[in-house]
């Protein structure tokens, strides 16, 4: 990346200052009436300069639309907002309202994921899913509508109570098993319904 003439890293401040004080990027006018360039052309110039060396983006077409970009901004892949929606039990089942709580923020490199319309998050509560390194208040990332596999951790509905489990068929009879001896095994007494599929697992610091 080439270095920037002194001018130009005057302007390249000048957009820097105004973005960091929750101001609109500068328009070309801005940018001549702060340096007093005698056209607005001078302004747009040394824009196209500091985008060919790599310090700025911008939409085509829209006015006030410059981006710094950092230094470590070609190693960021596409970000995506996954919805949380409430907690779900990792210990006995339990009856409860999935409420929308907002949004985890993922680079989908990072986590290999993704994400589909289909995709949600859920913060878990319990020590059920040790086993399977889940803890109590990590956030698992799910795909609705995926069909598990044995094995796959769920997020599930057993008899009407939601649950977080491993799931497992025994001869073709498909059932819940916890990652922690200290809990039983889920039959369903009446229905089993499979909300999602754990497709990633965000652990927050403590």
Do not use: W
């Not at 820097?16 to 302004?43: K, L, M, N, V, Y």
């Amino acid at each position: 990346m080439n270095e920037p003439t002194r001018a130009q890293r005057r302007v390249l401040e000048f957009i820097r200052s105004e973005i960091s004080a929750d101001r609109p990027p500068p328009t070309h006018q801005e940018i001549a009436d702060r340096f007093g360039f005698r056209s607005t052309r001078a302004a747009a110039c040394h824009l196209e300069a500091l985008k060919r060396k790599g310090y700025i983006e911008s939409d085509p077409g829209k006015v006030r639309a410059l981006r710094i970009i950092t230094p470590l901004q070609r190693f960021r892949s596409r970000i995506a907002d996954i919805p949380v929606f409430g907690s779900i039990p990792a210990g006995f089942a339990d009856v409860r309202q999935q409420e929308a709580k907002g949004c985890v923020t993922i680079d989908i490199n990072t986590l290999g994921i993704k994400p589909t319309p289909r995709t949600f998050a859920l913060e878990v509560r319990g020590d059920s899913m040790i086993g399977r390194h889940i803890l109590d208040g990590d956030v698992v990332v799910v795909e609705h509508g995926q069909t598990p596999r044995n094995g796959d951790v769920v997020a599930a509905l057993i008899d009407g109570e939601s649950t977080l489990k491993t799931y497992i068929t025994d001869k073709g009879k498909p059932h819940l098993r916890a990652e922690n001896p200290r809990y039983p095994k889920l039959f369903p007494a009446g229905e089993l319904v499979i909300q999602g599929v754990m497709v990633a697992l965000i652990r927050k610091r403590k």
